[in-house]
Each structure stands twice: as structure tokens, then as C-alpha cells.
Nanobody
Framework: QVQVAESGGGLVQPGGSLRLSCAAS????????MGWYRQAPGKEREFVAS????????SYTDSVKGRFAISLDTAKKTVYLQMNSLKPEDTAVYYC????????????WGQGTQVTVSS
């Protein structure tokens, strides 16, 4: 059974940093991409970043470029999202997802972890 599980959320002050982790299990993911999405209160879920398991090719939404970094530890089957220079508008529930490369949607989703940026 495939599972993805996020951890590392919390409360941080504006300008601070936080690292989210996503542990994947249940299959090999060599033909998958891993993504981070977020959903703020009253807003739709939006794409944040993704990384290809095999090539480590990354992609980011414009609002986080230069501040967030996605990375992958294949031995630990864990994806990370390093978030720096956090802003109040980054406040959201962050979700990890796994999907086959080439597919339009992600197959597996975690439960989410809350990130709150506030002074």
C-alpha cells in the first residue's frame, strides 16, 4: 500500500525558515514525480514545487522561486521542502503528493501539515 506522510509544519515568524519532510513508502518511485501543494483558508489548493524521482528535475511556482527548495533523498524515500524567507501569505496546509511522470494528476496524497507564518 502506497503511503506518503508529511511532517515538519509549525508556527514561524515572517522571514524565518522551516523544512517539511515527506516520507514515501509502499513501492518503488523511480517513474514518479513528487510534488508539494498548499491550501490556504478560503482558497483552492495550489501547486508549490515538484521533483522527478529519477532525474531530480525540479519545478516551482513563481511565488516561491528563490525562497523554497525541493530535494530528494532516494535512499530514505523522503522528499524535503526547505522554506526560507517565509511570508504570512505562505500560511497554508501543505500537502505532499506522488504521481507518475507524464500523468496529469497525482495518485497519492498525504494528510497535510499546517504551516503558519505570523509574528
Amino acid at each position: 500500500q502506497v503511503q506518503v506522510a508529511e511532517s515538519g509544519g509549525g508556527l514561524v515568524q515572517p522571514g524565518g525558515s522551516l523544512r517539511l519532510s515527506c516520507a514515501a513508502s509502499g513501492r518503488t518511485f523511480v517513474d514518479y514525480r513528487m510534488g508539494w501543494y498548499r491550501q490556504a483558508p478560503g482558497k483552492e489548493r495550489e501547486f508549490v514545487a515538484s521533483i522527478s524521482w529519477f532525474t531530480s528535475f525540479t519545478s516551482y511556482t513563481d511565488s516561491v522561486k528563490g525562497r523554497f527548495a525541493i530535494s530528494l533523498d532516494t535512499a530514505k524515500k523522503t522528499v524535503y521542502l526547505q522554506m526560507n524567507s517565509l511570508k504570512p501569505e505562505d500560511t497554508a496546509v501543505y500537502y505532499c503528493a506522488a504521481g507518475r511522470i507524464g500523468a496529469q494528476s497525482y495518485d497519492y496524497w498525504g494528510q497535510g501539515t499546517q504551516v503558519t507564518v505570523s509574528s
